[in-house]
């Protein structure tokens, strides 16, 4: 496409190598000004690759990259805010401790002579666009008081108050509530109308049909070309991005619950500091069930999980597994009244990721006959034992047994890890986040797993902060708010917007 | 009443060399490097100055090279733990080691093979060194570094909440992303850091060789560096809290002096032990409750989160 005045971005044939591997082959974008445009792409597509360039975190290997019709070199941050390009990084770049003026201010503070801050005029500078674009922002409270909603906005007033013209938003729905999401929407649309040109990075298909004008697909570093997203569709978008057909529908039958297999009883958990987590909880999951918890992050997901596991000591309640208490006792108690877990962090919890593939499928079983005698581990029996596993869940590259964990993608190890827990025939599956981070055609073999564990009789406990995943998956759904059950429905019962206002702490109940 | 002068007059001078230090692991760990390393620096600091001294007879010199070897040393650690992403506390402990050694080289060779210094000139008193001679109320009568220390407390307050230097530094301590995406050299900042706090470590350990005492033997400093850095724990990172903390460990170690002489019972082994014990104390009360910088003893690379 020509270089033109019309575009606010455009980069052609931008060509980034790490090494060996080519994240980025030759990729064109451009960027209409006053629009919205969408960048989709699976995890490790090159999204966030491209914006990176952009923004001058990375140097392109061969392309260029022109705003508002003339070449720029962009080789730092500070070089892209000058250009008028701003970035919200997926994982917000903030100072938690720090108010909302000093993290705006911070590297371009307003000053009075000698350094010395000005404190006073910053916070009116502050307060003066934050009431521009409509934000609602208190320029005092701390990052660490304010929802994640808000801080995203003090990230693009962070931009804004740069002089930004172009801003990049990364994920910026990843972690947002739905109403948090509706909100974010909104005030995109106001931007562009006020002249800026916003670009978004993502890979959900929903966000960027209600936000987005153009959308620009990348498929492992190649550019799939651009579409109008008023003529697209769901479907058409994922497609495109995985480049063969997928099903976005979760197929199941109607679910055939038999007796209560883990039975959660008036629970209160307390975090490390103190601080009641989990507040007297009442869950029930039934064998031939998947139970979906909604909720947001930081609502007693984590603690109500760790307690299952018996990770963590809890102050009251009970949990029964099978008719058997097993709240305070240890992790290995749990594992052999047949509960498996998938944690929310393959790394921090799933993996050992210096160690074989081999090695990881055993990790709670190396102790058993099966593996070996006495003290001895047998290489051979882990070897054979672990490749039917490869086989049987398509664990890429195949013959990896005696590869490192941390040489598999993200989703291959994900898929290590469900083989791992799937393969003690548990009788209840916790899956903590089981998607995270993972593509679309990945989702679909979880979704699946998780559906043909339920068909066999185990009691899932699914829990998300994927509100669309949970309304998918699961046959019940909960709603956990502040530690508790706020509400519980059965699949098709209920509709987005009222799980979401549940989710937030509104509703009746 | 005599006592009571004694004691604050000791706290006033013992404490002296370990606010240094204190403000030297501030500064530091405020840009996200914990410098174990603040005892070492203080060695060096210490033998420097009572080289310099001794050569030029200008303790005022002597207390700048002071610094500037501090400095040196710290600059070992800004480009082990900056630069190549070291493990912190490994290359404190290896300072800390290095130190010692170096110190009792420099004395040998300078003082004829000697492990100590000769005695060397030292820094005035802030009244003059006259004032009520004689009495129990020239303890008052303090060392000049003494209310220099002071004046750098404030100094490395003001800067650190007042300007915006500081907002950088307490930033690049707690999210160097962050910062590094805002335009702000996040390395730049540790070396400047790192630096400064060795420079401060020396001014510690020249307070003690050319103000306390007037000579630098192998003891001079011993534990100092360890102790001040308990204060920067107790005083939660910031200079004020620092301050205040060493004060405690300065009246410890002048309630040692104090218990020590006449005709109590205490044995003088445990009652030197008593600013140690002090330290280990306040460190088990306080070191869980007390929040460290997020990114203190983290290196930053960059592209990494």
């Known amino acids: ?509 | 009443m005599d006592s009571i002068i004694l004691l604050v007059g000791i706290t006033l001078m013992y404490s002296t060399p370990l606010i240094f230090g204190a403000l030297g692991g501030v500064v530091s760990e405020r840009s996200g490097v914990t410098n174990i390393g603040i005892e070492g620096m203080m060695v060096i600091g210490a033998v420097s100055a009572a080289i310099a001294s001794y050569f030029t007879g200008n303790p005022w010199i002597a207390f700048l090279v002071a610094g500037l070897a501090g400095g040196l040393v710290a600059t070992l650690h800004a480009v082990a733990s900056v630069s190549f992403a070291a493990d912190q506390t490994v290359s404190g402990v290896a300072i800390n080691l290095l130190a010692p050694g170096l110190a009792l080289f420099l004395c040998r060779n300078f003082f004829d093979g000697a492990a100590m210094s000769p005695i060397v000139t030292k820094l005035p008193k802030v009244l003059g060194d006259s004032w009520m001679a004689g009495t129990v109320w020239s303890n008052l009568n303090v060392n000049v570094t003494t209310v220099m220390a002071l004046l750098l407390t404030l100094g490395v307050w003001f800067v650190l909440y007042r300007t915006k230097w500081g907002l950088r530094v307490r930033a690049v301590g707690e999210h160097p992303a962050a910062a590094d995406t805002l335009g702000i050299n996040v390395y730049k900042v540790r070396y400047i850091c790192v630096i400064l706090s060795g420079v401060f470590a020396g001014f510690g350990g020249a307070s003690m060789t050319i103000a306390i005492i007037s000579q630098f033997t192998q003891t001079a400093i011993s534990g100092h560096g360890f102790i001040a850095m308990a204060a920067v724990i107790f005083g939660k990172w910031t200079p004020w809290g620092a301050y205040g903390a060493c004060m405690l460990f300065g009246a410890t170690q002048a309630l040692t002096v104090l218990l020590g002489g006449g005709a109590t019972v205490i044995p003088s082994q445990i009652l030197a032990m008593l600013p140690y014990a002090m330290t280990i104390i306040v460190l088990i009360l306080f070191v869980g409750k007390s929040v460290a910088p997020k990114a203190d003893g983290v290196p930053y690379i960059k592209g990494s989160r």
């Open chain 1, 1 to 509: 496409m020509e270089v033109s005045s019309e575009y606010a971005v455009q980069m052609h044939g931008i060509l980034k190598k790490f090494g060996a591997f080519t994240a980025l082959d030759h990729v064109d974008l451009d960027v209409k000004r006053q629009t919205v445009h969408a960048i989709l792409g699976e995890n490790g597509a090159g999204k966030t690759t491209l914006m990176n360039i952009l923004y001058g975190l990375y140097q392109a290997d061969e392309g260029g990259v022109f705003i508002n019709g003339e070449e720029a070199q962009i080789t730092s941050p500070t070089e892209a805010i000058r250009r008028g390009i701003g970035m919200v990084h997926q994982h917000f770049m903030l100072v938690e401790n720090f108010t909302v003026t000093e993290n705006i201010i911070l590297g371009d503070e307003v000053c009075g002579a000698a350094g010395v801050l000005d404190m006073k005029k910053a916070r009116e500078e502050v307060l003066a666009i934050s009431q521009e674009y409509g934000f609602d922002v208190d320029p005092d409270a701390r990052i660490e008081d304010i929802s994640v909603g808000m801080q995203q906005r003090v990230e693009i007033l962070k931009a804004l108050y740069r002089g930004a013209e172009i801003l990049i938003l990364d994920e910026p729905t990843a972690v947002l509530t739905p109403p948090e999401i509706e909100k974010l929407i909104e005030i995109m649309h106001d931007l562009t109308s006020k002249g800026k040109t916003i670009i978004i990075i993502t890979h959900k298909l929903k966000e960027i049909l209600e936000s987005a004008d153009e959308c620009s697909i990348i498929r492992r570093g190649v550019y799939m070309g651009k579409v109008d997203v008023k003529e697209s569709n769901e479907t058409d978008l994922a497609s495109r991005m995985v480049g063969r057909n997928v099903n976005l529908k979760v197929e199941k039958t109607k679910a055939h619950p038999g007796e209560v297999l883990l039975s959660i009883r008036r629970l209160t958990v307390a975090d490390e500091r103190g601080i009641d987590q989990v507040r007297e909880l009442d869950l029930d999951v039934r064998s031939g069930e998947i139970v979906g918890l909604a909720g947001i992050d930081g609502n007693g997901q984590q603690e109500l999980v760790d307690a299952i596991c018996s990770l963590i000591k809890v102050k009251a309640g009970r949990i029964m597994v099978g008719g058997h208490e097993v709240q305070n006792t240890t992790p290995r108690n749990v594992f052999e009244h047949a509960v498996a877990t998938i944690p929310s962090d393959r790394h921090r919890w799933g993996l050992v990721l210096p160690m074989m593939v081999e090695e990881n499928t055993v990790l709670e079983r190396h102790g058993e006959d099966l593996f070996g005698k006495g003290i001895m581990l047998d290489y051979d029996k882990l070897h054979e034992y672990t490749h039917t596993l490869v086989e049987r869940f398509d664990i890429r590259p195949s013959g990896c047994e005696q590869e490192r964990m941390s040489g598999l993608s993200g989703g291959n190890q994900q898929k290590a890890i469900i083989a791992r827990q799937v393969s003690y025939v548990p009788d209840i599956l916790i899956a903590f986040q089981p998607t995270r981070g993972l593509d679309v055609g990945a989702i679909e073999f979880v979704h699946k797993t998780l559906i043909a564990e339920r068909d066999r009789g185990a009691a899932i406990l699914l829990i998300s902060y994927e509100l669309d995943e949970v309304m998918d998956v699961s046959d019940t759904i909960d709603v956990i708010y502040h530690g508790k059950i706020v509400g519980s429905f059965e699949q098709g019962t209920v509709d987005e917007k009222e799980l979401g206002l549940l989710m937030a702490g509104g509703g009746s109940q």
